[in-house]
T-cell receptor, first 117, second 113 residues
Framework: GAGVSQSPSNKVTEKGKDVELRCDPI?????LYWYRQSLGQGLEFLIY????????KSGLPSDRFSAERTGGSVSTLTIQRTQQEDSAVYLC???????????????FGPGTRLTVL | AQSVTQLDSQVPVFEEAPVELRCNYS??????LFWYVQYPNQGLQLLLK??????LVKGINGFEAEFNKSQTSFHLRKPSVHISDTAEYFC???????????FGSGTKLNVKP
């Protein structure tokens, strides 16, 4: 079946503009995660959704970042007033929830490479 | 809070030699441990995981890792590497409910002929 898809694959924007990144998880995966991978860094956890609910938003770097998930499926990560330090690869992953028999394995999308000029 | 340390950012090794990639974590609670691999121009995929039971876990492509609670380590090993193992390897820890994951900064394994 289809894996996790993300769009766009690349996004170049100017400082101060807003961007919206999309993640389409594997069908049936109720858990969804967003990460940021900066050059030479590991994956920085941003936010986790269980269904449409995000119980902990403390990983979002600033109030310019927001995320939502609708219908228990597609999720969007929005960055307002982008800054150059927002340049990174944004990764999305999905998995089965623990309550649905999940064992923690995350399936990652190919990422969106964001460049802020 | 939890954190993961991968001290080696790069590990060069010759083909057919053994390799160990180190991972240490800090946590005040029980954790679950994972190793992910990212091949060049590909997405991350799971290599292996420790949830409970035997502390020695085997994964894909001949890799294995040992959970050592007293040393808070989860080192990844392979007795004989191949050129195709060239990739970046990430160690990660998670809480019980898988609602948060902490990843290390990654180790780039470069296998030379």
């Amino acid at each position: 079946g289809a894996g996790v898809s993300q769009s766009p694959s690349n996004k170049v924007t100017e400082k101060g503009k807003d961007v919206e990144l999309r993640c389409d998880p594997i069908s049936g995966h109720t858990a969804l995660y967003w990460y940021r991978q900066s050059l030479g860094q590991g994956l920085e956890f941003l936010i986790y959704f269980q269904g449409n609910s995000a119980p902990d938003k403390s990983g979002l770097p600033s109030d310019r970042f927001s995320a939502e998930r609708t219908g228990g499926s597609v999720s969007t990560l929005t960055i307002q007033r982008t800054q150059q330090e927002d340049s990174a690869v944004y990764l999305c992953a999905s998995s089965l929830a623990r309550t649905s028999g999940g064992s923690g394995e995350q399936f990652f999308g190919p990422g969106t490479r964001l460049t802020v000029l | 809070a939890q954190s993961v340390t991968q001290l080696d950012s790069q590990v060069p090794v010759f083909e057919e030699a053994p390799v160990e990639l180190r991972c240490n974590y800090s946590s005040s609670v029980s954790v679950y441990l994972f190793w992910y691999v990212q091949y060049p121009n590909q997405g991350l995929q799971l290599l292996l995981k420790y949830l409970s039971g035997s502390t020695l876990v085997k994964g894909i492509n001949g890799f294995e890792a040992e959970f050592n609670k007293s040393q808070t380590s989860f080192h990844l090993r392979k007795p004989s590497v191949h050129i195709s193992d060239t990739a970046e390897y990430f160690c990660a820890v998670s809480s019980y409910n898988f609602n948060k994951f902490y990843f290390g900064s990654g180790t780039k394994l470069n296998v030379k002929p």
